[in-house]
Structure formats: C-alpha cells, structure tokens
C-alpha cells in the first residue's frame, strides 16, 4: 500500500514540475511585440520639456534686461552695493537666458 502511494506522490510531483516548465516556456517563446513606438509614448514630454524651456529663457531674457537697467542706474548714482547686486541678476538672466545651451553642454537635452 505504501508503495503505491509513494509512487502516485512522485508521479504527480513530476506531472507539476514538468507542467510548470511547460507554462514558464510557452510565456518565454510565445511573447507577442508591442505595436506601440517609443516616439509615439515620450514626444508629449518632449514637447513639455521645450515649452519649459523656452518659458525660462523668455524670463531670463526679461530678468536680464532689467538687471542691466538696474546697473546703468545704480552706475550713474555711484552706488556699489546696487551694482553688485545687479551683476548678480545679470549673471542669472544670462543663465537663464541661455539655459537651452546650459542642457546641452552638461549633456541633458
């Protein structure tokens, strides 16, 4: 009795194992291909990207005009903590302005 039951445990643990290399084989070989591009998927964040972009270098321009005001003024009335203060600013509407060439030299866009 023993014997038969010991054979139909063993029997039936083959039969699992071996269905269980069948189902994980059929999932490998039978893969189906995506229809969709990657283009398709990513250009609507490309196209946010550059929107984003182009806003902050629109600002950078407006920052930096009026920085460069604010030092002809500070200039004329000889006040150099004004003038400091609007290097600053030019300094980071040039950043700003010029953010789209930023990207590009440390390689993200």
């Given amino acids: ?21 069948g189902a994980v084989a059929a999932s490998l070989f039978f893969t189906q291909p995506v229809m969709a591009s990657v283009d398709s998927v990513t250009q609507p964040l490309a196209n946010l990207k550059t929107l984003v972009i182009s806003i902050i270098g629109a600002v950078g321009v407006i920052i930096l005009a009026k920085n460069v005001m604010e030092f002809a003024q500070a200039y004329q009335q000889q006040d150099s903590s004004s003038m400091n203060s609007a290097i600053k600013g030019i300094v980071a509407g040039l950043i700003m302005a010029g953010i789209s060439s930023v990207l590009a030299f440390l390689g993200i866009s």
Avoid: H, N, W
């Fill in 1 to 21: 009795m023993k014997r038969l039951f010991g054979t139909a445990k063993e029997t039936v643990k083959k039969v699992v194992v071996q269905a269980s290399a």
